[in-house]
């Protein structure tokens, strides 16, 4: 964990967070590059308790079930606004919007009850470099009490160039794969919802202006409303105690309708959502 921790007294305003991402976004005359260094604070908050209020329309948005217990990757809501506070802060080494999620690695040792006060803490480590430009890992992790029961490692890549050699073009055409498990439609409504819920008002998602100024021809859905949305296909057959690993693809471009796999393998699933008509993958994943 990074060195000293500062306590917050409430959940980060999304609105300021995002203020101060847009200006972090614009050029400034002297300033140029990626830094090397990273903040050095990990940001604490003590007895969060969930809105169910909120989690239940979560569930609706995501396509999961209402229950007495979090979905593995509601957690992530939870702690996005601090998430954020850390990558808006003057020692993060680029700038929030702009950036890539690119991987999330979810831990959940046992599952937590909507009735319990929640500590989250979050930090930034393990800065590298990329063919495509540096990485940087995010580290959630919530504890009740003196127990560790959620950990989640988000990797955010801001892309410039670096020099290295460019990785090699895949030779093979894309495959579609046999029948999918089910198919998944989503739109700019079932976005709008889930930017609402979650807190994430990033312009790629909800701004048509917002999403061509990043080089998108239209918006497009979050990676962790994708995350999220595959999990209804195995709903029930989860382990208490879970990895869930996921790379994020080529992003769904608005509206789409995108086919959901999910397959059993080695006492876990693979999942995956791909383009129903080339194959390519929106998003692979593993449960286990």
Known sequence: MAGRVIQLEGQPSTLDVYTRAALGALPVIGKSGVRRSLP??????????VD???????????????GDTLPITYPFTLLFPTVMKLMVSAEFPFPA???????NVIEQHRPISVSEPLDLSVHAENIRLHPKGTQVDLVSEINVGRELVWRQVST???MHPTGAPKEPKQSHPDEVPPRPTRTLRVDQ?????YAAVSGDRNPIHVSSLGAKAFGFPRTIAH??????AVLGAVEGRIADSVTYSVKFGKPVVLPATVNLYADEADGGWDLSLRNPKKGYPHLTATLR
């Open 156 to 158: 955010f890549l801001k």
């Open 40 to 49: 050095k604070q990990t940001l604490a908050l003590k007895g969060l308790r």
């Open 223 to 228: 990676g962790m409303w994708s995350a999220a």
């Open 52 to 66: 169910t209020d909120n989690l239940a329309a979560y569930t609706r948005v995501c396509g999961l079930r209402f």
């Open 97 to 103: 919007i702009g950036s890539v999620h690119t991987d």
């Open 189 to 193: 409504r079932t976005v709008s919802r």
